[in-house]
């Protein structure tokens, strides 16, 4: 069975309940980064939080910093850097020496940012974000071209004759991609830039999922309005995905850690009602899976859920796990070690020439195995020893029928 090309890596907000340690669960995030590069997954994403309680990552180019010292291959990104929070040229600056310190392998994930609680300690209207993150990444682009000076004036920043020293790593600069959740924007700035879009396909407890084909038409409508092209396989998407023995073993494995990640995170948190969706009470890993907002099961149902995602988003390059606490630390590093072993495999190629050689053996083993009992018994006439009969499977002279 023929499936689509997918590669695919983890989105790590992070968010992690109250009560535990937070600098063990830190140090817990840099292993699980580790854990990824070791079992061969394309990329990382890291986010950026400064309220709730829940995101505790306040810096993600310091983390990634750590985990590239860690990791040989995985790709690293900011997942997102929330430009309105941040003067445009150090956003630039500090992505662009992580570009040299992991030798090209960073990502530059942007957007408007969403912990209401971050805007309001920094004084930004959450109206005035969009805008804001305009404004930003078109003088973060500018900047990371480095072909001239730019001088910038808005309300919130300034730039005068600013130019970075150090140019990206790689002569095709540096990979940018920008969050989008369910409003026209951030598809339209991917397209009028050229940029990766990074959709979250998960909906919210109690919303509905997004049209990601209809998202996907934002981008390609902007791109052909600036003269530029976006392209499916640059188009990243975050899920929440877990890999179980079975459908029932994930799904008891998951329980506790959904019900805590809706109830405590959207409903305390965020302020969903979710006591008003009449969801029973521990039946909160059966809504999410029902509502299109998890993908979990065996393998075998992993991979029809992705290929059935692909097929109703038009395609996309890239799925992003969610990495949000819902399992233990040991289930969630084996559902990653499953997704690698028997999911990737699938959706990557790397099977497809075994495949073939399994066919083409299985098709030819009778001659194969004609041949090899005639050298046999050539070698023990050759040494002037009678050969012995040996019957080939399934012939008259072995019982079986012929």
């Not at 985990?67 to 997102?80: D, F, K, N, P, Q």
């Not at 934002?218 to 079975?246: K, Q």
């Not at 991979?303 to 992003?320: M, N, P």
């Not at 050759?382 to 072995?398: E, Q």
Request: no cysteine; charged share 20%.
């Amino acid at each position: 069975m023929t499936r689509p090309r997918i590669g695919f890596g983890a989105f790590i907000s992070p968010l992690h309940p109250h009560g535990e340690n937070p600098t063990l669960q830190m140090w817990r995030d840099l292993e699980l980064v580790e854990w990824l590069d070791a079992l061969g997954l394309d990329e990382a994403w890291v986010g950026e939080h400064h309220s709730g309680g829940w995101g505790t990552i306040g810096s993600p180019e310091v983390f990634l910093a750590a985990a590239a010292e860690r990791t040989r291959h995985i790709r690293l990104g900011t997942g997102v850097t929330s430009l309105p929070y941040h003067h445009p040229f150090h956003v630039a600056s500090r992505i662009v020496q992580l570009d040299h310190q992991t030798r090209g392998r960073v990502m530059l994930g942007v957007g408007a940012g969403s912990a209401p609680g971050d805007a309001h300690m920094l004084g930004i209207a959450p109206s005035e974000q969009r805008r804001m993150t305009t404004e930003s990444l078109e003088a973060v682009l500018e900047l990371l071209a480095g072909q001239e000076p730019v001088s910038r004036r808005t309300d919130w920043f300034t730039l005068r004759d600013a130019r970075l020293q150090h140019r990206p790593y790689r002569p095709e600069g540096i990979e940018v991609a920008i969050s989008s959740a369910a409003s026209p924007h951030s598809m339209q700035l991917a397209g009028r830039h050229g940029l990766s879009p990074l959709s979250f396909a998960s909906p919210r407890p109690g919303g509905t999922a997004p049209d990601l084909a209809r998202q996907w038409q934002y981008a390609e409508e902007a791109a052909a309005a600036a003269g530029r092209t976006v392209r499916r396989e640059d188009w990243r998407l975050v899920v929440n995905v877990y890999v179980g023995s079975s459908r029932e073993a994930a799904m008891e494995e998951l329980r506790e850690g959904a019900a805590a990640w809706m109830r405590g995170y959207f409903g305390d948190i965020v302020g969903l009602p979710v006591d008003a969706l009449g969801i029973e009470p521990g039946r909160e890993i059966e809504a999410l899976v029902e509502s299109g907002a998890a993908i979990v099961g065996s393998p075998d149902e992993v991979a029809d859920g992705i290929e059935q995602l692909h097929k109703s988003s038009g395609g996309f390059g890239k799925l992003l796990v969610t990495g949000a606490d819902w399992a233990s630390r040991e289930n969630a590093k084996r559902s990653f070690e499953r997704l690698a072993r028997f999911v990737v495999p699938r959706f990557n190629g790397s099977l497809e020439g075994f495949e073939a050689s399994r066919e083409w053996v299985v098709e030819n083993r009778a001659e194969f195995v004609t041949q090899a009992i005639g050298a046999f018994q050539k070698a023990f006439t050759d040494s002037g020893v009678a050969a012995p009969s040996i019957a080939l499977p399934g012939s008259a002279s072995s019982g079986g029928s012929s």
